[in-house]
């Protein structure tokens, strides 16, 4: 579950944000936990550092936007920070609090659930999650972030990770709609390959850990261009 705080004066402007963050969830299958701050101070004086992630509005009374972020980045230096605001030639300074996007009012859906798909990648490219796999030695838990490709074969799943390999019964075509796999995309049609191990591309192949994996025609463009979102966000 993602822990998200809305700092945001205006009722209207953050009841519409956190309409969006629950459509969002019903979407995307991502459950998230919406905490709406009414202004800077309040925000900060109980800031728990624990959010996945913070919308903070640039004009707002008593402490604004901009003085808020740089207390912010006081308290928590990575937390990701959303700039929302009227102009956006506002958000140009947000670089001087690391910022990692912004969004201009009035909000569109489609705007939002774009930003909050980069988010989330964003988010578990950092950290992974866990994920449970039933093989036939019994139940074994693995982070997402020590999954370095998974391989198809007949109705199996190999999960290559560093160490080892974990074979269950389910089809690649589901997992990779899974939400916890949002930094894996295939490289063809018998590999999902997790981008954070990726170390290069190189013609139709694609290195992953110590692996050098093929890469299909139809999927080299589609993967690429993943590739350079992934490394866009992580840098």
């Given at each position: 579950?993602?822990?998200?705080?809305?700092?945001?004066?205006?009722?209207?402007?953050?009841?519409?944000?956190?309409?969006?963050?629950?459509?969002?969830?019903?979407?995307?299958?991502?459950?998230?936990?919406?905490?709406?701050?009414?202004?800077?101070?309040?925000?900060?004086?109980?800031?728990?550092?624990d959010?996945?992630?913070?919308?903070?509005?640039?004009?707002?009374?008593?402490?604004?936007?901009?003085?808020?972020?740089r207390?912010?980045?006081?308290?928590?230096?990575q937390?990701?920070?959303?700039?929302?605001?009227?102009?956006?030639?506002?958000?140009?300074?947000?670089?001087?609090?690391?910022?990692?996007?912004?969004?201009?009012?009035?909000?569109?859906?489609?705007?939002?659930?774009?930003?909050?798909?980069?988010?989330?990648?964003?988010?578990?490219?950092?950290?992974?999650?866990?994920?449970?796999?039933?093989?036939?030695?019994?139940?074994?838990?693995?982070?997402?972030?020590?999954?370095?490709?998974?391989?198809?074969?007949?109705?199996?799943?190999?999960?290559?990770?560093?160490?080892?390999?974990?074979?269950?019964?389910?089809?690649?075509?589901?997992?990779?709609?899974?939400?916890?796999?949002?930094?894996?995309?295939?490289?063809?049609?018998?590999?999902?390959?997790?981008?954070?191990?990726?170390?290069?591309?190189?013609?139709?192949?694609?290195?992953?850990g110590e692996?050098?994996?093929e890469?299909?025609?139809?999927?080299?463009k589609?993967?690429?261009?993943?590739?350079?979102e992934?490394?866009?966000?992580?840098?």
């Amino acid at each position: 579950m993602l822990k998200i705080a809305i700092v945001e004066d205006e009722a209207d402007a953050a009841g519409t944000l956190e309409d969006f963050l629950h459509r969002y969830e019903k979407e995307n299958n991502q459950p998230l936990q919406v905490f709406r701050h009414k202004n800077a101070v309040i925000f900060l004086n109980n800031y728990p550092s624990d959010y996945d992630m913070v919308f903070m509005d640039i004009d707002m009374p008593f402490m604004d936007g901009m003085e808020a972020s740089r207390k912010l980045r006081e308290l928590d230096s990575q937390v990701p920070l959303i700039f929302v605001t009227n102009l956006a030639q506002m958000a140009i300074k947000g670089y001087e609090v690391h910022a990692f996007d912004f969004v201009v009012k009035p909000v569109s859906y489609y705007d939002f659930a774009m930003k909050m798909d980069k988010l989330c990648r964003y988010i578990e490219s950092r950290r992974g999650v866990e994920v449970v796999l039933t093989t036939g030695k019994g139940l074994v838990g693995l982070n997402t972030q020590d999954i370095t490709y998974i391989e198809t074969q007949g109705h199996q799943l190999i999960y290559h990770t560093r160490e080892c390999k974990y074979t269950v019964y389910g089809s690649l075509k589901q997992l990779e709609s899974n939400p916890k796999m949002v930094t894996f995309t295939r490289c063809n049609a018998c590999y999902l390959v997790n981008l954070r191990h990726v170390r290069k591309v190189e013609g139709y192949t694609v290195l992953v850990g110590e692996e050098t994996l093929e890469m299909s025609r139809p999927k080299r463009k589609d993967f690429i261009q993943r590739l350079n979102e992934y490394w866009g966000e992580i840098t």
